[in-house]
C-alpha cells in the first residue's frame, strides 16, 4: 500500500496548486495503479488506487460531486 518518496515513481501535482504547501502529488506506478501523496510529506507513505478508480473520482470532482471549500 506504501513505499517512500525514493521509489522510481515521478510525482506531479496540478498546475492550480501553484506554490502552495496545501497539495497532494500523483503518480503512475504501473499501468493499472496511481499513487497519491502528500507534498508535505513526500518521504511519507501514499495511498494507491486502481488506475479506474481513480479515473472515476476525478470525473465525480468535475461534475461537482463532492464539495471542496
Known amino acids: 500500500m506504501s513505499t517512500p518518496a525514493?521509489?522510481?515513481h515521478r510525482w506531479r501535482k496540478s498546475s492550480?496548486?501553484?506554490n502552495g504547501?496545501?497539495?497532494v502529488?500523483?503518480?503512475s506506478c504501473t499501468c493499472c495503479?496511481?499513487?497519491v501523496r502528500d507534498s508535505k510529506n513526500p518521504?511519507?507513505?501514499h495511498l494507491t488506487f486502481a488506475s479506474t478508480t481513480w479515473t472515476i473520482?476525478?470525473?465525480q470532482i468535475r461534475r461537482g460531486t463532492y464539495d471542496l471549500r
Open 25 to 27: 502529488e500523483v503518480a
Open 21 to 23: 504547501p496545501s497539495c
Open 33 to 35: 495503479q496511481i499513487a
Open 16 to 18: 492550480h496548486s501553484g
Open 57 to 59: 473520482f476525478i470525473d
Open 6 to 8: 525514493s521509489s522510481p
Open 43 to 45: 518521504n511519507g507513505p
